[in-house]
C-alpha cells in the first residue's frame, strides 16, 4: 500500500532555511484525485496544517508561514518538499507529510523531528 | 479562517463508557470534517471522514455525526487502546484548520 517518508536535516540554524522531503513509495503521485501537504506538530502542543501541493502544481499555505514557505513537486522521483525559510526556534516542530482527498487526509508519514537551534 | 473549537481539552472515563467529543466551526462547513486518533509518539490515524463515514478497518465503537457547525466523536464502550488525544480538521475551505485536541485518558 501506499506509503509516506520523510527526509531531512534533524537541526537547522536560526535564520536558515529549512528543507523536507517525502517520497511516495507503493502508488502514485501524478493523480488528480489527491493532493499532498505537509502538517507540523510544536512538541507537546496540537497539529498545524502548513500546506498542500496538487499535481496540477496549484499550492495553498497557512497565512502564518506563506511568506516563508514554498511546498514543491519533482514527479519523476515521486517526491514532494518543503521548504521554510528564515526559521526560528517556534519552527522546532515534528513535521508530517500527508496525502489528502476532499474530505480527509488518509495516509500520514511517521514524522521527523526538526530542532531549530544555534 | 474556519476555528475548530473541541471539548473538553482533556477527559478522563472508565472501560466501558460511552465518550462523546465535540467540535465546533466558527462557520458552517457542510460536513467537510475529518476525525483523527494520535497516540503518543505516532502519527495521526484517520477514523472518521466527511463528518460520520468511518475509515476502513476503524472500530466499530467509532461514531461521528454533525453537520454545519457542531459536530460530534463518539466512542461507545471506551477500550484501554483508545487512551489518546482526538483532533478534528476541517476541510470545507483554505487554509485547512485542525481543533486543539482532546486527551482521553483511562481511569
Known amino acids: 500500500q501506499l506509503q509516506l517518508q520523510e527526509s531531512g536535516p534533524g537541526l537547522v540554524r536560526p535564520s536558515e532555511t529549512l528543507s523536507l522531503t517525502c517520497t511516495v513509495s507503493?502508488?502514485?503521485?501524478?493523480?488528480?484525485?489527491?493532493?499532498w501537504g505537509w502538517i507540523r506538530q510544536p512538541p507537546g502542543k496540537g497539529l498545524e496544517w502548513i500546506g498542500n501541493?496538487?499535481?496540477?502544481?496549484?499550492?495553498y499555505y497557512t497565512p502564518s508561514l506563506e511568506s516563508r514557505v514554498t511546498i514543491s513537486m519533482d514527479t519523476s522521483k515521486s517526491q514532494f518538499s518543503l521548504n521554510i525559510t528564515s526559521v526560528t526556534a517556534a519552527d522546532t516542530a515534528v513535521y508530517y507529510c500527508?496525502?489528502?482527498?476532499?474530505?480527509?487526509?488518509?495516509?500520514w508519514g511517521q514524522g521527523t523531528m526538526v530542532t531549530v537551534s544555534s | 479562517d474556519i476555528q475548530l473549537t473541541q471539548s473538553p481539552s482533556f477527559l478522563s472515563a472508565s472501560v466501558g463508557d460511552r465518550v462523546t467529543i465535540t467540535c465546533r466551526a466558527s462557520?458552517?462547513?457542510?460536513?467537510?470534517l475529518a476525525w483523527y486518533q494520535q497516540e503518543p509518539g505516532k502519527a495521526p490515524k484517520l477514523l472518521i471522514y466527511?463528518?460520520?463515514t468511518l475509515q476502513s478497518g476503524v472500530p466499530s465503537r467509532f461514531s461521528g455525526s454533525g453537520s454545519g457547525t457542531d459536530f460530534t466523536l463518539t466512542i461507545s464502550g471506551l477500550q484501554p487502546e483508545d487512551s489518546a488525544t482526538y483532533y478534528c480538521?476541517?476541510?470545507?475551505?483554505?487554509?485547512?484548520?485542525f481543533g486543539g485536541g482532546t486527551k482521553v485518558e483511562i481511569k
Open positions: 480538521q476541517q476541510l470545507n475551505s483554505y487554509p485547512l484548520t
Open positions: 500527508a496525502r489528502g482527498g476532499t474530505y480527509e487526509i488518509d495516509i
Open positions: 462557520q458552517g462547513i457542510s460536513s467537510y
Open positions: 466527511a463528518a460520520s
Open positions: 507503493g502508488g502514485s503521485i501524478s493523480s488528480s484525485n489527491y493532493y
Open positions: 501541493i496538487y499535481y496540477s502544481g496549484n499550492t
